[in-house]
């Protein structure tokens, strides 16, 4: 994998994926690759009672029953539809079911202003049909029809990004499982094979974008992902996606437990701080969610590797987060330089600690920043 920036789940976790194959005695719907009890193993990791002879590691960290719920829906015939605010690994998780399931998490539709019916179903290999005319092998698939045609799960992203009319015409394919081509005479219609399943994803703060329509939803079992607020279950997906990037980066350098303690107490403050704001511009524009927390941790790991001396210190944390929220000014900035100053400083006189670093470095990033 070293020649790929960022391999899909099936290729990065493929050891453990044949592994849990070759063990699998479970019954397997349809076309599945694992059962449904060994695709909640390798989402949620292996525990004594599995009596496994190995180790599967967690790879998403969030309530056992939204798993179960979500691999439920997949095996009957309505779709499944990960709603949640951003951050909240709704992509993440919908990629390993896809790799736990089929064995292929790539047959995406990101939706979007742009995004068109044709990406859901067909669209055409111009050169090709100008020189031999229109053919099922001048036909280009997407990647939902190729899910069809193979009986695996197709994946739409930002499902409440695109139009109604994308919408419109996914519903056609959830409700009839086939898909016409009437610009063929002889073999135009795709049929879905057994397995054929879509899993999307929608940002709960996109409402009002393009909302779903009623007849869409009945075609969708939800499962809402909610925001992580248990501190130590956010501290385990943090640390967990800090060893990915150094690994990737092939970075030998150590996140102190007592840094990643004040990089979760400061995102719940400013999250508390949000919660009680009245309008808008007393809120960050961050979601203040654990993936930004991840990137503020990334950016902060990366700074003091090529530009610090190898260690992270409380400043460059506190640099980095001020950085990373501070989206617009003035009102960010006004958000933050009252926080550091309403609840840094009186915890750095009061605990002291990596807080009288963080303090000063929040400092000097709000003043360079204003």
């Given amino acids: 994998m070293s020649d790929i920036l960022r391999a899909p789940a099936e290729v990065k976790y493929a050891e453990e994926l044949d592994w849990l194959e070759s063990v699998d005695t479970g019954s397997k719907p349809f076309s599945w690759r694992l059962s449904p009890k060994m695709v909640r193993t390798f989402v949620l990791g292996s525990e004594r009672a599995d009596g496994l002879n190995r180790e599967i590691t967690q ?20 779709g499944l539809l990960l709603i949640g605010d951003p951050g909240t690994g709704k992509s993440w998780l919908a990629e390993l079911l896809a790799a736990a399931i089929s064995r292929n998490s790539t047959l995406v539709v990101q939706g979007t202003a742009g995004t068109t019916e044709d990406h859901i179903k067909y669209s055409w290999n111009v050169s090709m049909v100008i020189a031999k005319g229109q053919s099922r092998d001048s036909m280009i698939p997407s990647p939902i029809m190729t899910a069809m045609e193979g009986g695996v799960i197709g994946r739409f992203e930002e499902l409440t990004r695109s139009t109604s009319d994308v919408q419109d015409a996914l519903i056609s394919i959830l409700s009839e499982k086939y898909v016409s081509i009437p610009e063929l005479d002889d073999n135009n219609i795709v049929f879905a094979k057994p397995g054929f399943s879509v899993i999307a994803t929608a940002n709960s703060r996109d ?18 992902i909610p925001v992580v607020t248990n501190k130590k279950s956010e501290a385990e997906i943090v640390r967990f996606r800090t060893e990915e990037l150094l690994r990737r980066h092939a970075i030998d350098l150590e ?16 999250r508390t701080a949000s919660a009680a704001a009245t309008s808008d511009d007393e809120k960050l524009e961050s979601a203040l969610s654990t993936a930004e927390q991840i990137g503020v941790l990334e950016d902060a790991v990366l700074h003091s590797t090529f530009f610090g001396e190898r260690e992270l210190t409380a400043q460059t944390l506190a640099g980095s987060l001020v950085g990373s929220l501070a989206r617009r000014s003035p009102e960010d900035l006004a958000i933050l330089s009252t926080y550091w100053h309403g609840v840094i400083e009186p915890r750095s006189q009061n605990e002291g600690g990596e807080w009288t670093g963080f303090l000063e470095g929040g400092r000097q990033a709000i003043s360079v920043l204003s």
């Fill in 255 to 270: 996140v102190p437990p007592t840094l990643l303690d004040v990089l979760l107490q400061s995102f719940a403050d400013l």
């Fill in 59 to 78: 790879k998403w960290f969030g309530d056992r029953s939204i798993v179960e719920r979500a691999i439920v829906t997949l095996a009957s015939d309505r």
């Fill in 207 to 224: 409402r009002g974008v393009n909302d779903l329509s009623s007849a869409l939803k009945r075609r969708f079992n939800f499962v809402r």
